[in-house]
């Protein structure tokens, strides 16, 4: 009699998917930052931060994409990243495309030493209070490129009361329009609401200069053939 095939424990089926959100949606959301970024300007030769990359949800488009050492991630979760090679994209595009990690909860952006075209932060800042999305913030701001821009994503409503100190996932902050304006206006960062979809959070571009930002009629023309989330 031929043994039965071992299978894994239910908590590890697909888990690497499931905490960075919903599993059956793990593809399509990838996919959405993808195409954004690229609508946006992502170009080959460009350097991508992928700030709280997971397990490569969008590192699996963007890595193979992108020129060799234009792709970095920070991800204090490091098993999420190696989920993401080992179930998601594979070693041979770790070798090929050598792509850069950082494990830092500090909020930094500097651990590199390069300066970013593009800065991406999905779901970051509804899982954190004032202080960090402050740093974050000026950490963002002063590793961009010239001309670069920093695309991130919020919880729009009542602004929650929550400790501000730390990550608070897997619990969600809300914020004001007007309170993610006056984080970056604090940043030193202009910014622009950006009409990208997404079922939960609001998308918001920043930069440098308001000359950098995408034109308004640019951010309409996102609106256009917009993908479907389900």
């Given at each position: 009699?031929?043994?039965?095939?071992?299978?894994?424990?239910?908590?590890?089926?697909?888990?690497h998917r499931a905490f960075v959100g919903q599993p059956q949606r793990y593809d399509v959301a990838g996919a959405s930052q993808f195409a954004l970024l690229f609508l946006l300007g992502l170009r080959e030769h460009h350097r991508l931060l992928d700030f709280g990359c997971g397990s490569l949800r969008l590192g699996r488009l963007a890595i193979p994409y992108l020129l060799p050492d234009r792709y970095f991630g920070?991800?204090?979760?490091?098993?999420?990243?190696?989920?993401?090679?080992?179930?998601?994209?594979?070693?041979?595009?770790?070798t090929l495309k050598r792509p850069r990690f950082d494990d830092n909860r500090d909020w930094r952006a500097d651990v590199f030493g390069e300066q970013f075209d593009f800065i991406i932060a999905q779901s970051v800042f509804s899982h954190t209070g004032e202080g960090p999305a402050a740093r974050a913030l000026a950490a963002f701001a002063g590793a961009l490129a010239?001309?670069?821009?920093?695309?991130?994503?919020?919880?729009?409503?009542?602004?929650?009361?929550?400790?501000?100190?730390?990550?608070?996932?897997?619990?969600c902050v809300a914020f004001s329009p007007a309170r993610i304006a006056a984080l970056a206006v604090g940043a030193g960062l202009s910014v622009r609401a950006c009409p990208w979809p997404h079922p939960a959070l609001r998308w918001f571009v920043m930069a440098r200069s308001e000359a950098d930002l995408p034109s308004r009629q640019q951010m309409a023309a996102l609106q256009v053939g917009m993908p479907a989330w389900d």
């Open positions: 009699m031929s043994e039965r095939p071992v299978r894994p424990p239910p908590e590890t089926w697909f888990h920070v991800e204090p979760e490091t098993r999420l990243v190696e989920a993401g090679f080992e179930q998601e994209l594979g070693q041979d595009a770790r010239p001309g670069g821009l920093i695309v991130a994503n919020w919880l729009l409503g009542p602004e929650t009361a929550v400790d501000t100190t730390d990550w608070v996932y897997p619990e």
